[in-house]
Nanobody
Framework: QVQLVESGGGLVQAGGSLRLSCTASGRIFSGYIMGWFRQAPGKEREFVAAISRFGRHTEYTDPVQGRFTISRDDAKNTVDLLMNNLKPEDTAVYYC??????????????????WGQGTQVTVSS
């Protein structure tokens, strides 16, 4: 079992920045692929970013490429999502997720078995 808790959400103006953090407890954190997903009002949850075990590989959805950066610190059991140049369309509940499957990276929601409770990010225009 892995327990995930997100923090760092809030209200920010367009063009601003936020850093989301996810702290994991339970089993060995370094053994999991970590991902961030988001769900905007009235929309399905979508993939945002993922980072491989040991942090050597990352992947991003196109709308956030070049603006968001995912990173992990296995010593602290944390995974962060640094979000720069935020846009109103980034407004959503952001979820941290962990996958214990044996692949390099995972972008599909169904491949993640552990989820946090979510943190709200609101970007005003």
């Amino acid at each position: 079992q892995v327990q995930l808790v997100e923090s760092g959400g809030g209200l920010v103006q367009a063009g601003g920045s936020l850093r989301l953090s996810c702290t994991a407890s339970g089993r060995i954190f370094s053994g999991y692929i970590m991902g961030w997903f988001r769900q905007a009002p009235g929309k399905e949850r979508e993939f945002v970013a993922a980072i491989s075990r040991f942090g050597r590989h990352t992947e991003y959805t196109d709308p956030v490429q070049g603006r968001f950066t995912i990173s992990r610190d296995d010593a602290k059991n944390t995974v962060d999502l640094l979000m720069n140049n935020l846009k109103p369309e980034d407004t959503a509940v952001y979820y941290c997720a962990a996958s214990g499957l044996g692949m390099l990276l995972a972008t599909k929601e169904s491949l993640y078995g552990y989820w946090g409770q979510g943190t709200q990010v609101t970007v005003s225009s």
